[in-house]
């Protein structure tokens, strides 16, 4: 600490302000150009791809433009203390940001009203202090600087004029044919206005006084500022000197305390602030109400859904004060949450290279005057929102998911807004129902000679506001959705007239109270979203040592089941924002909690659940998405409001010095802070020299600079006390360090446990060496690289599944949901690392702009660039020789694919198909390493500190994306529904036992989830044929059939293929039976269900390792013929089958109880190999007289052919009189299901028929009705063996109690199943 006499540690917290800094000309350096301004240009430069010593003269804004014009280094000239330990002082950041744009001169002829701007400096640990600027102009006095300043015009306007007479023939005659009207009056007017002269003009030059206090204090300091700003131009001098006013707030004012307001007194009057209290929502002085106006409604609740999903967020203003005041308000009103990435609300234009950095960020950025969003180069904007405040535009990314309830939301925030009489539309210039009402606003004003302040009755805002846009397209789509929407109350506006003028207080005040009913409308909906987060906190650790230690492998929140709680409608959103890191963060200060202080927000948020919890008990299970609205807003407020309106804290009044003085006013302030009322010092006069400090009109005075380096010797009671905390806070470090075997590891790991999954926090504004520049740019790289690592390992946790097995949720499933957010997340995460780094930015994704400049590289060399995993012409053998081409691998064929599809009609949106599509083909690493292979495009495009030109990195990143491989993805196939994909079938007979090829006419269905192909005719002689239909999903059955016509009717088919082209997914229908009539059972169709192949890196695995890779058997038991070729010859015991029953019906029955999202194929349970068709043919073929010597085989077919017989007759006869009336119902259903499965017009034969009774009696829950009829019916004594478990009483009874547990389900068959069967 440098300042000798400052106050012990113990009082800096509780000061209200810790510094004064004053900013301007140095007199003795002169005018130098703003070396930033200078790097800018340089940087500008290198991104046009122009030399260096070529900027100057073509992009720099300190050359081309007139030297009123340009800008030239500030310095901070004093600041008072020298230095604060637990806050030091950083000059050059204080400096470029009380002064972003460097020093700015002005003539008399020229504006020159103060300018007031705030500004944050956010430390690398992100805590954050709040600086508030008076910029103001003051006149040049120094001889030196004005005839400087005269060279420059002079100099500035021979070049002018050089250029413009060099830019024609030196001819007078084409000298004056080639300027035109505009040239020539241009040129007349820089004699005249574009010029300083030193005996003509006053010249003035910009300066400014800045305060910097821990708290954002914003209206205090302003008035401050202002009562400083007016006590200096006054004809009058102030009634003491400045450096009175300044040692008063540095050193005698405190910060109130939470819950209390303060008195404290300016140069001319007192000045109130207040402090919210520790259970109220954090301190924001921050004017919502021009948010609000700056942007409009619906942009604000859309900027404030990107800045909770983390992306990066760029405001863009002339005005930094906006640029403050958006940044500060949009973070305001995340409460609970709070925003965890770079936060750079004012980005000096020599930082501009930070938006490079590939992490979330939230900046603001001057715009220049006269320049448009078009001309404004940004590095990446796949995942950008841009926010141009001046203009109420907004640029969003290309997919986020809405806020949940938005339109009921934005109706309830119109409400508040209308009450306050401000319109939901923003800044009036949106639309024609805007114009009129400004319109009519401006002819009030002439009439009513009130100075513009029209009484509040004389508007009514909402009989304005009906043709408002926003408003009438929310109504509109209110309606359509079915919501009901009240109808807005609006109420007189807050504040009465009075003499036509709203004091300068009353707006303050309203401006408090809509801040804090608008804060209310905002924490509600969290309040309401998060209610039961608790019951999902994993509180895993036993302590916070381990916890720390393990924080990375942890997981702390169980978010399957908080999804699977939440309303159908909030997934989207909800899915994304609990991976965000502000989620994390606030999750990890709910789990420490446990083991130090809440976190203030979290103490607060808390205790609102808890009230709600009292107020309105409800159970966590019965989540709707019914919109609640604010009940509190009626309450909302008040305490603040008093606490202005009646201030606690009086600070002490200006007195004269004395020693017996300061003991008195030490004894009061000690009395009135026990009674939370007491007078703080007033400013007073000071030890100061006499002559110092002398008043002069219109110019800031040297301050004395010895009686402002040091406070009072004496220890104010306020302080004393938070020096005593501070004693006892140091007592209890003391025993912590003495208990804990290394604190210092302890202390590092906390450290990381609360950066886990945050790249770096915020650039350092001070110190803008290369070095530093290329270290910032290493954190990036190793970030990225880390996050790349976290982001693959969950994909890979999530989708096997161990981590939901060890939660105990039984089988582990990732929801579909969450995959889709988890892979989108990759996408961001790929664009932004090929955004990092790049030399000049060509389109909107920098992916897809690589991708397309190496596809036109490979394209120009096309014969060489053969794949590396082999050409289109090789094909794959099957056992029984019949070919299938192996699909060629290739990233430009991909890219055509995705060129293709006319859906995507953006660069971001193929780059995220690509993704989507290598990911599926388990080919993304591959390709990226092929895409990244071409070193002469990558050293073109990047930078060399880009992450993809850091080799070690790279591979790593590579590696880690290869992981994924381990897992199968359907991310393009089900995302991208509707666009047209080629298919390949390709059918496989048995050439053994049957011809190769039927003379009959062959055709083919496949079907998927999604839709089926329909009926397709297969080329005769012909096994393969292609065809194209709109995405069928994950393919399901096929169905295969022929006419009988010819003479090689009877076919013997092994299985059908058929492969998605686009993404190579192969699926295999095993059949292994016979078409035709008069052989097998006479079908001449049949229903084949698929199942997956693997890929052919997992075959090629296979044969190295001589295991073949593992496949399902065919769907329905081979015939004799075939079980003798694959020795399938052993039949299943009676305690397997009934196993087998068992297993088929609990598959069906966990497959209901899953999400509707997440649930597989119903048809494979049903008819695949292990299905309830499969499991009762056993129960049916268990003791069955089947085969006969010199006989046709007979089917179950037959069994249930006269069955139907039996009823019917019996019926008829009426022999069955005895049987119950259900019974018969029974046989009469079943003999109807029979009949129609029959006379369907289908070829199908007797084993698919029983497929289908089998399946429409599942459908009907009429399964467990009919097995008792056929189990007591006479023909089963006929046609089955004593043992047999159809004529096993217990058996039956068994049986029918499993088949009832799917009484409950809705069963939805696939069409290709009951194709024209009507029952």
Request: with cysteine.
């Amino acid at each position: 600490m440098s300042g000798s006499g400052n106050p012990g540690p113990g009082a800096a917290p509780c000061r209200f302000a810790h510094y004064f800094v004053l900013c301007g000309i140095d007199a003795e350096s002169g005018l130098e150009p703003d070396e930033l301004a200078v790097l800018y240009q340089y940087l500008q430069a290198d991104l046009h791809g122009k030399s260096s010593d070529t900027a100057d003269k073509t992009s720099g804004e300190n050359f081309d433009q007139s030297p009123l014009r340009r800008t030239f280094k500030s310095k901070v000239l004093a600041h008072y203390p020298q230095n604060i330990e637990w806050n030091p002082f950083d000059q050059d950041a204080v400096n470029m940001l009380c002064m972003p744009k460097g020093l700015s001169f002005r003539t008399q002829a020229d504006n020159r009203d103060p300018q007031l701007h705030s500004f944050i400096i956010t430390r690398e640990d992100g805590s954050r202090t709040y600086g508030f600027v008076l910029t103001f102009y003051e006149e040049v006095t120094s001889k030196q600087i004005c005839t400087a300043m005269q060279t420059l015009y002079q100099m500035h306007n021979a070049e002018q004029y050089s250029s413009v007479c060099a830019s024609s023939s030196c001819s007078m005659d084409s000298l004056a044919s080639s300027i035109d009207d505009a040239d020539a009056t241009s040129l007349a007017k820089l004699q005249r206005y574009n010029s300083y002269d030193i005996s003509r003009d006053t010249l003035y030059v910009s300066k400014c006084i800045c305060l910097i206090t821990p708290l954002p204090f914003m209206q205090a300091c302003k008035k401050f500022l202002i009562q400083l700003y007016k006590a200096v131009t006054s004809q009058q001098p102030p009634p003491l000197p400045l450096e009175s006013y300044i040692h008063n707030i540095l050193y005698e004012v405190p910060l109130p305390p939470p819950g209390r307001s303060l008195k404290f007194y300016g140069v001319y009057e007192p000045i109130i602030c207040q402090r919210p209290g520790p259970n109220e929502l954090p301190l924001s002085d921050y004017p919502l109400r021009e948010v609000f106006e700056l942007l409009g409604l619906e942009n604000l609740v859309q900027v404030f859904t990107c800045v909770l999903l983390e992306m990066q967020i760029l405001l863009y203003s002339q005005d930094y004060q906006r640029l403050m005041t958006v940044a500060e308000g949009i973070t305001t009103l995340l409460f609970p949450f709070q925003w965890q990435h770079v936060y750079v609300p004012i980005l000096p234009a020599s930082l501009l290279h930070f938006l490079d950095a590939p992490v979330p960020y939230l900046m603001g950025l001057q715009s220049k005057e006269g320049t448009d969003r078009s001309k404004l180069e940004l590095p990446q904007e796949a995942n950008l929102c841009f926010v141009d405040i001046d203009n109420h535009f907004i640029e969003l990314p290309e997919e986020f998911p809405q806020f949940p309830n938005k339109l009921e939301f934005i109706q309830e925030i119109s409400e508040v807004l209308l009450q306050f009489g401000i319109p939901p539309e923003g800044n009036l210039h949106c639309s024609d129902s805007a114009t009129k009402l400004k319109n009519l606003v401006l002819s009030d004003l002439v009439n009513d000679k009130k100075n513009g302040n029209i009484p509040s009755n004389a508007l009514n805002m909402y009989e304005l506001l009906k043709g408002n846009e926003t408003i009438a397209r929310l109504q509109a789509l209110a309606k359509r959705t079915g919501v009901t929407m009240e109808k807005m109350t609006i109420s007189t506006p807050l504040t009465e007239e009075k003499d036509g003028k709203l004091s300068c207080e009353e707006l303050e005040l309203r401006d408090y109270k809509l801040n804090v009913q608008l804060r209310e409308v905002f924490a509600n909906r969290f309040t309401q979203l998060f209610a039961d987060y608790e019951a999902f906190v994993i509180q895993a650790a036993p302590d916070m040592e381990s916890w720390l230690t393990n924080r990375e492998q942890m997981q702390n929140f169980d978010k399957a089941s908080f999804l699977s709680d939440q309303p159908e409608p909030y997934l989207p959103f909800l899915s994304h924002f609990i991976e965000t890191q502000m989620f994390a963060t606030f999750i990890d200060n709910k789990i420490m909690s446990q083991w130090e202080e809440k976190d203030p927000f979290l103490r607060v948020f808390d205790s609102r659940i808890e009230k709600i919890r009292l107020y309105n008990v409800r159970a966590p299970a019965l989540r709707t998405s019914n919109y609640q609205k604010c009940s509190t807003l009626k309450e909302a407020g008040q305490l603040s409001i008093q606490r202005l309106v009646l201030a606690d804290i009086v600070a002490p009044e200006p007195h004269i010095l004395s020693c017996e003085k300061q003991q008195t006013d030490t004894q009061s302030i000690e009395q009135r802070l026990m009674k939370i009322d007491h007078t703080a010092i007033h400013p007073h006069l000071l030890d100061m020299k006499i002559g110092q400090g002398k008043y002069e009109q219109g110019f800031f005075p040297k301050l004395q600079s010895d009686v402002l380096a040091t406070g009072p010797t004496n220890n104010n009671r306020w302080a004393s006390r938070s020096a005593s905390t501070q004693r006892r806070k140091d007592r209890l470090r003391q025993h912590s360090e003495h208990i804990a075997l290394d604190n210092d590891m302890r202390e590092k790991y906390m450290q990381e446990a609360r950066s886990l999954g945050k790249n770096l926090r915020q650039p350092k504004l001070s110190d803008l060496s290369p070095a530093v520049i290329a270290q910032t740019n290493w954190k990036f790289v190793e970030g990225l690289l880390k996050e790349c690592r976290m982001k693959t390992k969950r994909m890979l946790v999530e989708k096997m599944g161990h981590e939901a097995v060890e939660l105990g949720h039984g089988e582990a499933n990732i929801t579909g949901l969450e995959e889709n957010t988890l892979i989108a997340s990759l996408c961001d995460l790929l664009e932004r690392i090929w955004s990092h780094g790049l030399q000049v930015k060509q389109g909107k994704s920098a992916l897809w702009s690589h991708l397309l400049q190496y596809q036109e590289r490979e394209e120009k060399q096309e014969h060489s660039a053969e794949s590396p995993v082999g050409g289109g012409t090789e094909r794959r053998k099957s056992d029984t020789g019949i070919t299938l081409p192996t699909l060629r691998v290739s990233l430009i064929q991909d890219m055509r694919h995705v060129q293709n599809m006319s859906e995507i009609k953006t660069d971001v949106g193929r780059a995220r198909a690509w993704i989507r599509l290598s990911l599926e083909k388990k080919l993304l690493s591959q390709h990226l390493k092929q895409l990244l292979s071409n070193q002469a495009l990558a050293k073109k495009l990047y930078k060399r500190y880009a992450f993809l030109r850091c080799e070690e990195e790279r591979e790593q990143f590579l590696y880690h994306l290869l992981s994924l491989n381990a897992v199968d993805y359907f991310c393009f196939t089900s995302v991208f529904t509707t666009i047209m994909i080629p298919y390949r079938s390709v059918i496989i007979p048995i050439k053994k036992l049957s011809n190769a090829i039927t003379t009959s006419n062959p055709w083919i269905c496949v079907s998927g989830e999604l839709g089926d192909s329909g009926v397709m005719q297969i080329p005769k002689n012909h096994l393969e044929m292609t065809f194209e239909c709109q995405n069928l999903g994950k393919l399901t059955t096929v169905q295969i059939g022929h006419d009988n016509s010819g003479l090689l009717a009877k076919w013997l088919v092994d299985c059908v293929m058929v492969r998605n082209e686009i993404t190579g997914h192969t699926y295999k229908f095993p059949c292994g039976r016979w078409l035709g009539k008069g052989v097998d059972d006479g079908s001449l169709e049949r229903i084949l269900i698929g199942e997956l192949v693997s890929s052919t890196s997992d075959e090629e695995l296979g044969k190295q390792c001589r295991t073949p890779p593992q496949q399902k058997s065919p769907t329905v038991t081979r015939r004799l013929s075939i079980t003798s070729l694959t020795g399938r010859n052993t039949k299943p015991n009676a305690g397997q089958i009934q196993e087998g029953i068992g297993e088929a019906v609990n598959n069906i029955v966990k497959h209901f109880h899953k999400p509707e999202k997440e649930r597989g194929s119903l048809t494979i349970l049903l008819c695949g190999e292990n299905g309830l068709v499969a499991a009762l043919e056993q129960v049916f073929h268990h003791g069955f007289k089947s085969a006969r010597i010199f006989h046709k085989n007979v089917f179950i077919w037959d069994f249930i052919e006269k069955a139907v017989a039996y009823f019917e007759t019996s019926d008829q006869i009426g022999d069955n009189e005895e049987a119950l009336l259900l019974q018969r119902s029974s046989c009469k259903t079943f003999c109807h299901y029979v009949n129609a499965i029959n006379t369907a017009p289908r070829n199908i034969g007797k084993d698919g028929k029983f497929q289908i009774l089998v399946c429409l009696g599942t459908r009907d829950h009429l399964l467990s009705q009919w097995i008792p009829l056929l189990a007591e019916c006479p023909p089963i004594t006929r046609m089955y063996e004593e043992n047999a478990l159809l004529r096993d009483r217990m058996t039956v009874n068994s049986l029918i109690r499993v088949l009832q547990t799917l009484q409950d389900f809705n069963i939805i068959l696939e069409g290709s199943l009951i194709k024209g069967v009507d029952v």
